[in-house]
């Protein structure tokens, strides 16, 4: 009979954790539904691909992010100003966005789950001659994706 008191509390006890397991899950959820989306927007200097000092932590620790969730992916898509010929300016957007993907490998992103795009001035909405929006064009957008299976693991009794 003390066994069997013994193993109802037991089961309480799991029961309880087991509750408590599951909101903490259904939190995580709502906190992975929240990220998606999120990004780094990294600009560029003229006829330039390297990554500037002061973007190096925002990429590195969106990379770390990632590289903690099994589930997430990373879009990395570059562009260019319209100055130039395109096929110049298509180089050059695929190098800026191979130089970002670079340092989420580095923070532990596997490869196989970064996309690199390359647009050019394809996407460019400057005006002629508008430095400074040109300046803007000059990027590479970095946006983090969650896969289908983007909930918790759950144990179901």
């Known amino acids: 009979e003390a066994e ?26 709502q906190t992975l539904r929240q990220t998606e989306g999120l990004g780094v927007d990294v600009g560029f200097r003229t006829n330039d691909d390297a990554v500037s000092t002061q973007s190096m932590s925002p990429l590195l620790k969106l990379g770390a992010l990632v ?35 670079a340092v989420l490998v580095t923070a532990g992103v596997p490869r196989e789950r970064i996309n690199v795009e390359g647009h050019g001035a394809a996407e460019s909405a400057s005006e002629p001659g ?13 946006r983090m994706q969650l896969g289908p299976d983007s909930q918790v693991a759950r144990n179901e009794r």
């Open 67 to 101: 590289a903690s969730m099994p589930q997430a992916r990373v879009r990395v898509a570059g562009y260019a100003d319209p100055r130039g010929p395109d096929a110049l300016n298509e180089a050059l957007s695929l190098r800026r966005a191979e130089s970002v993907a």
């Open 130 to 142: 508008d430095l400074d929006a040109y300046a803007l064009d000059r990027r590479v957008s970095v």
């Open 4 to 29: 069997r008191s013994q193993l109802n509390a037991n089961i309480v006890q799991l029961d309880t954790s087991l509750a408590q397991a599951q909101e903490h899950g259904a939190q995580l959820d």
